[in-house]
């Protein structure tokens, strides 16, 4: 025979409260658990292969662009990025 009991426990999370742009330095700080604001904010982590210069050997480079930087920087590109329409692939 087993035998239960109710126990209450504590829960502690990590909650995302606030996002800043790491070039422009645009804080935003979340009003709810949702936030439509989010969408532009994007975390962009890039990991340096064996030889890499930049990031180094398996170092992991790891930042966040508000969509105004993000579309700053990439209009500097002398070869555009592709940009594709991900609704379509899922
Ligand atoms: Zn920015």
Redesign the pocket.
């Known amino acids: 025979m087993t035998e239960f009991k109710l126990v209450k426990k504590e829960i502690v999370e990590h909650q995302l409260v606030a996002i800043t742009?790491n070039?422009?330095a645009?804080r935003h700080e979340l009003q709810t658990y949702y936030d439509e604001h989010l969408a532009n904010f994007h975390n962009i982590e890039i990991e340096g292969g064996y030889g890499s210069e930049y990031p180094q050997d398996m170092d992991r480079v790891s930042f966040t662009?508000?969509s105004?930087?993000l579309k700053s920087i990439v209009s500097t590109f002398k070869v555009k990025p592709m940009i594709e329409d991900c609704s379509m692939t899922e």
Do not use: G, N, T, Y
């Open positions: 742009c070039c422009c645009k662009l508000c105004d930087c």
